[in-house]
């Protein structure tokens, strides 16, 4: 008996120090990594100058250092590497950190460095406040990296690195979305094609050779249509045609070929000019890849199998008995998701001072969802620990990626920010107060450039409508004011005070841009201490709601405005998306990003104005419905001067130079 009991004590005391060794898992910090040093010099260079001068960590010592086994990792060189999947399977019971959304006022054509704001907070947070911090943001289109905008790696001090890896190719997940994309243009005209030029039978009988077993797509068409038996010979000649013939209506295609290029001479083409296609001819478009819903479909999948789900579900076209015709229809949902498997994986990259980031998806804010993805936040959240912090950003201003971010994203993934910050500068403010316009490759007025407080001042209403635009889903606002070297303490100062009388929960000037994370401390404890404060995540608008009723809460709650303009055959095509069974989906605006309203002369705060809404096109597969307000092009074109012309390889050390 006395045997026993010994055994049973040293049981529950194996079992006690379990539990604690469990618990101060969870509370103490288990990352070892290696943060690196700044060689900052003033003035501040050009990024890739800077970006060039500091040796990044090597990506494996990272992995291992945050708890990432060497068997879930897939090195793509030295300094990247992807994640695999199984990562999320593991330690199930693990608590996940805060979540922490960085967004932004409406910006200046030119941008207000919420990128550099982010990578500068997670700087601060990990390497100066020692917590456990991964931020994750979105791949950057080549589009604007050789256009007007240069790269998107963050900037000055704040950067990801190796910014050349980053802004160009990185490890090929675009070129995935745009391959699997076009496989789907090429299926769409190719069907039509062929019913065309066929018969019913001779149409059949390629497409189901006989002795040959159906593959698993076409069985799905099958139970689809309700057609009995999985074999040729056991159907019936109406069900042969009823299976072999899409009959989809030309008219109806909404799936345009994509490239990850700005070219604005692929805005209206015309294809099947060959004599080969028969005089097939139709008008089509081109637009950028990441505007293809496979991007969207990407960012908001959650593992391999949702994101074949929601391939599968992507309508291209109706038919012309007004069906929708689905990727799966088409019989490409399986090569699709071949193309994307290891695009799914996000990708380890890190900062300038060595703390981790997660690079993944890359949508438009504009004319998508604007959010990394979902799979790359959950990663983090499990990396970082109860006590860690995840800071995702957002596209644009918290009317575009942060309203989708709320209403979207936390919809589909299930989390929940415990804050949210907003960046915001001297320079827009002082826009949205009637300042002289800015013109992306044109100099700054004066009044940009000196202090000005009566323009700063007047432009102040728009912070204050952006930060009421985040607390309306119960979410603390912490105001991040990103320094320029034109700002005065003056006017940083005025707005920082206006910002916290306005309903910011803090806000902090925000100076790493030129300092790195040191410049972001403060910053990075009002985040801390807003996480700690209870929140009440609430949605915008129930998905219940008819699709006009939600574009309207949005207008009028988010933008300012009175209603949605929506003509009569626009209107037709909502209620034919409702009798689709579609009305139950989100609602993912594109309008600009440069207004609250959709006239981007429309600066400040304006109220009393109704958004048009010009066309209506369904996104099956991501789950959404996206309205188009106002003239909203899907295809950048170049400037008289792009950024091409500054980059270049160095031939001797083979380093990218002029990126930005």
Request: proline share 5%.
């Given at each position: 008996k006395q045997w026993y009991q010994r055994r049973v004590r040293v049981a529950m005391l194996m079992q006690n120090t379990v539990g604690c060794a469990e618990q101060l898992s969870q509370t103490k910090s288990s990352w070892s990594l290696k943060y690196l040093t700044l060689k900052r010099t003033s003035p501040v260079p050009s990024d890739s100058e800077i970006a060039l001068a500091q040796t990044p960590n090597k990506i494996k010592n990272i992995a291992r250092n945050i708890g990432i086994p060497e068997d879930h990792l897939e090195l793509y060189g030295d300094y990247k590497a992807k994640i695999k999947l199984e990562l999320l399977d593991s330690n199930q019971s693990a608590k996940q950190g805060h979540y922490v959304l960085v967004c932004g006022i409406t910006p200046t054509p030119l941008g207000e460095g919420k990128s550099t704001?982010?990578?500068?907070?997670?700087?601060?947070?990990?390497?100066?406040?020692?917590?456990?911090?991964?931020?994750?943001?979105?791949?950057?289109?080549?589009?604007?990296?050789?256009?007007?905008?240069?790269?998107?790696?963050?900037?000055?001090?704040?950067?990801?690195?190796?910014?050349?890896?980053?802004?160009?190719?990185?490890?090929?997940?675009?070129?995935?979305?745009?391959?699997?994309?076009?496989?789907?243009?090429?299926?769409?005209?190719?069907?039509?094609?062929?019913?065309?030029?066929?018969?019913?039978?001779?149409?059949?009988?390629?497409?189901?050779?006989?002795?040959?077993?159906?593959?698993?797509?076409?069985?799905?068409?099958?139970?689809?249509?309700?057609?009995?038996?999985?074999?040729?010979?056991?159907?019936?000649?109406?069900?042969?045609?009823?299976?072999?013939?899409?009959?989809?209506?030309?008219?109806?295609?909404?799936?345009?070929?994509v490239l990850d290029m700005n070219d604005r001479f692929l805005r209206k083409v015309t294809i099947g000019q060959s004599p080969t296609e028969k005089e097939m001819t139709r008008e089509t478009k081109w637009d950028i890849s990441v505007a293809s819903e496979i991007m969207a479909v990407l960012a908001l999948a959650t593992d391999l199998s949702d994101l074949k789900s929601r391939i599968s579900k992507i309508v291209v076209a109706n038919s012309v008995d007004n069906v929708p015709v689905t990727v799966d229809d088409l019989g490409v949902t399986g090569a699709c998701t071949a193309l994307m498997r290891e695009a799914l994986k996000p990708t380890l990259m890190q900062t300038l001072e060595g703390s981790p980031v997660l690079v993944h998806?890359?949508?438009?804010?504009?004319?998508?969802?604007?959010?990394?993805?979902?799979?790359?936040?959950?990663?983090?959240?499990?990396?970082?620990?109860?006590?860690?912090?995840?800071?995702?950003?957002?596209?644009?201003?918290?009317?575009?990626?942060?309203?989708?971010?709320?209403?979207?994203?936390?919809?589909?993934?299930?989390?929940?920010?415990?804050?949210?910050?907003?960046?915001?500068?001297?320079?827009?403010?002082?826009?949205?107060?009637?300042?002289?316009?800015?013109?992306?490759?044109?100099?700054?007025?004066?009044?940009?450039?000196?202090?000005?407080?009566?323009?700063?001042?007047?432009?102040?209403?728009?912070?204050?409508?952006?930060?009421?635009?985040?607390?309306?889903?119960?979410?603390?606002?912490?105001?991040?004011?990103?320094?320029?070297?034109?700002?005065?303490?003056?006017?940083?100062?005025?707005?920082?005070?206006?910002?916290?009388?306005?309903?910011?929960?803090?806000?902090?000037?925000?100076?790493?841009?030129?300092?790195?994370?040191?410049?972001?401390?403060?910053?990075?404890?009002?985040?801390?201490?807003?996480?700690?404060?209870?929140?009440?995540?609430?949605?915008?608008?129930?998905?219940?709601?008819?699709?006009?009723?939600?574009?309207?809460?949005?207008?009028?709650?988010?933008?300012?405005?009175?209603?949605?303009?929506?003509?009569?055959?626009?209107?037709?095509?909502?209620?034919?998306?409702?009798?689709?069974?579609?009305?139950?989906?989100?609602?993912?605006?594109?309008?600009?990003?440069?207004s609250l309203s959709c006239d981007v002369n429309k600066k400040g705060a304006p109220t009393g104005f109704k958004v048009p809404i010009q066309d209506v096109r369904l996104s099956a597969g991501a789950g959404f419905v996206y309205p188009l307000a106002g003239t909203i092009s899907t295809m950048p074109g170049l400037p008289t001067r792009p950024a091409f012309y500054n980059i270049d390889v160095n031939t001797e050390t083979g380093d990218i130079t002029g990126l930005f």
């Open positions: 704001t982010t990578i500068g907070l997670s700087q601060s947070l990990s390497a100066h406040l020692n917590k456990q911090t991964i931020a994750c943001i979105r791949q950057p289109s080549m589009g604007p990296t050789f256009g007007i905008k240069g790269g998107a790696a963050g900037g000055g001090y704040s950067q990801v690195m190796p910014m050349d890896e980053f802004n160009m190719h990185l490890t090929g997940d675009i070129h995935a979305i745009a391959t699997a994309h076009n496989l789907v243009a090429a299926a769409i005209d190719t069907r039509i094609f062929h019913e065309a030029t066929q018969s019913d039978e001779a149409l059949f009988n390629r497409l189901c050779p006989p002795g040959k077993p159906l593959p698993p797509v076409m069985i799905r068409r099958l139970e689809k249509l309700g057609i009995a038996g999985t074999t040729p010979e056991e159907m019936s000649s109406e069900d042969r045609v009823r299976f072999a013939r899409l009959n989809i209506d030309p008219g109806t295609i909404m799936w345009n070929r998806a890359g949508p438009f804010a504009n004319i998508a969802h604007g959010n990394s993805s979902i799979i790359a936040d959950r990663m983090a959240l499990k990396l970082v620990g109860r006590d860690g912090y995840v800071c995702t950003e957002a596209g644009f201003g918290a009317d575009i990626g942060g309203e989708k971010f709320f209403d979207i994203k936390c919809r589909y993934s299930g989390l929940r920010p415990s804050a949210a910050v907003l960046v915001c500068t001297v320079r827009a403010l002082k826009m949205h107060g009637g300042g002289p316009k800015v013109t992306p490759g044109g100099g700054l007025a004066q009044e940009y450039k000196e202090e000005n407080l009566d323009l700063l001042s007047k432009g102040l209403v728009h912070l204050t409508k952006q930060i009421s635009n985040v607390a309306q889903y119960g979410t603390p606002c912490v105001v991040a004011v990103n320094r320029f070297h034109t700002d005065t303490d003056t006017e940083l100062n005025m707005v920082r005070e206006h910002a916290l009388k306005n309903g910011a929960f803090d806000a902090q000037i925000a100076d790493n841009w030129e300092k790195g994370g040191e410049g972001a401390v403060k910053l990075a404890e009002a985040v801390v201490n807003a996480c700690q404060t209870p929140s009440d995540f609430k949605f915008l608008y129930e998905l219940e709601q008819p699709l006009i009723s939600k574009m309207n809460i949005i207008v009028q709650k988010i933008y300012g405005g009175d209603e949605v303009e929506v003509p009569d055959e626009i209107a037709e095509k909502i209620k034919n998306l409702e009798k689709q069974g579609y009305g139950n989906l989100p609602i993912c605006m594109a309008k600009t990003h440069l």
